[in-house]
């Protein structure tokens, strides 16, 4: 414990022999694909099968409720006689559907007198009415997001009429087995599962549809059958991060700390979506992650919930709610040590004097990523710290961003307290993916619809990352011990981008507030 061990993995991730779902081969496996309903909620009306079914290859074309599926001998004349299927859809009541109708549902909501209070410590409303202080308003927006994981969805099934063996890269074994057993009706018991190395999942495989799939089109032939999802299945038919608009606001006393300070989210809930709770009472916890337990010390809090119903599919995406939250938690702290004129370490310090452990990573990270130093315009550092997963993570970006408004991300510093570790290196690669895939949402990531359908379809619309674009990244662990064990695969995705638009702020002088960046105006002069 403590020591610096290479994975065991690695070598076989890096010559390929490890067996990814996508991988796998059985004797006399054939290969499925499928064409879904465009319209989330939407079911196969009719089709006309018969130019697919003469094609070379083509085994048997299947109903299913919200695709129509192609069995083939190979997965190009699976994909290729799926898309040549004439399908009339019933879309259901969602056709019309945008993006932008669901945003005005969202500010709605913001102003209107429904919602949950899920947290009212003293008298926040009447200060925020009444006290003569600075007050300061803003509100942040955060698009749909998908995982978009390297490897796309794939499950392969073999269900004969008392077993039932799947090979699949899962975060939810249990959860498949149970599904299966209610599709095929075998015993639990005798429901096997083959969990292959996964590439990629960020929560996308908590939720199988993609095993729902493959058995119920295994279920109807005598071999093996390998279903995967083309990259346009997966963007178009992900279980996204919740499309969000969160309000914060704060009245300020004679010393620039918040006296007053109220939160009010407006968003669907991942809970009610999947089905995990109904959230009867309009109120989702997980929703208000890092904004109903904020650290920082402010004698009048109110955090209010109001629940927007969506009819997209919602899922867990790594680090959850808090990647919302954390950006507007952040960026609003941010706003208020400029309008105090207090350096935004020093601002967090004064509001964190409780928090020994909370003082201690910013410490850590303020330190390891020489914050304060002078940098010339249209060069700038920016602050985040947030807690999710039981771990307290902190990060220092530094930006450049040239007249033209072209963003760079040079550097981040990252911090965190997870209590103890057992593999640091481990830790460190997770804190450095995290910061990685919580950047190229920050950046680029956005799913938007109209006429209820998702408008990305691939890696040209759904931008990631590339390599050039990866800044340096540093990790540095401030583990305080004693009877925290945090976790460190989500904590480090919160901060970065709040770190990285406070950065912009302090280059040019333009605060962004809504995400990606990429659809800001950061050009100056």
């Not at 065991?8 to 059985?26: E, N």
């Amino acid at each position: 414990m403590g020591r610096r061990i290479a994975r065991i993995d690695t070598p076989a991730k890096c010559d390929g022999t490890a067996v990814y779902g996508m991988d796998v081969r059985l004797a006399n496996m054939k290969f499925a694909a499928v064409q879904m309903c465009p319209v989330f909620g939407g079911t196969v009306g009719s089709f006309d099968a018969s130019a697919v079914e003469e094609m070379p290859g083509v085994r048997s074309v299947q109903r299913l409720p919200n695709a129509v599926a192609v069995v083939a001998d190979d997965t190009w004349t699976a994909v290729s006689a799926a898309k040549r299927l004439s399908v009339k859809w019933d879309v259901g009541a969602h056709a019309a559907a945008s993006s932008a109708d669901y945003w005005r549902v969202l500010h709605a909501a913001l102003d209107s007198p429904r919602g949950v209070a899920a947290r009212n410590d003293g008298d926040a409303q009447i200060h925020l009415q009444h006290a003569t202080g600075r007050r300061v308003r803003q509100v942040y927006e955060l698009p749909f997001l998908a995982h978009a994981a390297m490897e796309p969805p794939n499950c392969t099934a073999l269900v004969s009429a008392d077993r039932v063996d799947l090979w699949v890269g899962t975060q939810v074994p249990e959860d498949a087995i149970a599904l299966t057993a209610e599709i095929t009706g075998v015993p639990r018991e005798r429901v096997y599962i083959n969990n292959c190395f996964l590439g990629g999942s960020f929560g996308r495989r908590l939720l199988p549809d993609e095993i729902r799939q493959a058995v119920m089109i295994a279920k109807e032939v005598a071999y093996p059958v390998q279903l995967v999802w083309t990259r346009e299945n997966d963007i178009r038919h992900d279980r996204y991060r919740p499309q969000a608009a969160i309000a914060l606001q704060a009245v300020l006393d004679k010393e620039g700390l918040p006296l007053a300070w109220r939160s009010r989210s407006a968003l669907d809930s991942i809970q009610r979506s999947t089905g995990a709770s109904p959230v009867a009472d309009g109120l989702d916890h997980l929703s208000l992650d890092g904004l109903e337990k904020i650290p920082y010390k402010v004698p009048n809090v109110l955090v209010e919930h109001v629940l927007c119903e969506s009819f997209v599919p919602l899922g867990p995406w790594r680090s959850v709610n808090g990647s919302q939250n954390g950006f507007a938690l952040e960026s609003f702290v941010d706003e208020l040590a400029v309008a105090s004129g207090i350096d935004a370490v020093e601002y967090r310090r004064r509001l964190l004097a409780d928090h020994p452990d909370w003082l201690h990573v910013l410490e850590v990270a303020a330190d390891k990523g020489a914050w304060g130093r002078k940098l010339e315009r249209g060069r700038g550092q920016g602050f985040a710290i947030f807690q999710c997963y039981g771990s307290i993570v902190a990060e220092v970006a530094e930006v450049s961003v040239s007249r033209e408004g072209v963003l760079r991300v040079e550097r981040v510093v990252a911090a965190i307290d997870c209590g103890h570790v057992v593999n640091p290196q481990i830790l460190e690669s997770q804190v450095e993916g995290a910061i990685a895939f919580g950047l190229t949402a920050a950046l680029y990531g956005e799913i938007t619809l109209s006429r209820g359908r998702v408008e990305q379809s691939n890696f040209n619309s759904y931008r990631i990352l590339r390599m050039p674009e990866m800044p340096r990244v540093e990790v540095h662990l401030a583990l305080t011990g004693g009877a925290k064990w945090g976790g460190g695969g989500e904590p480090g995705t919160p901060p970065i981008a709040p770190a990285v638009a406070n950065a912009i702020f302090a280059a040019i002088g333009k605060r962004v507030r809504r995400l990606p960046l990429c659809r800001a105006d950061l050009s100056w002069s």
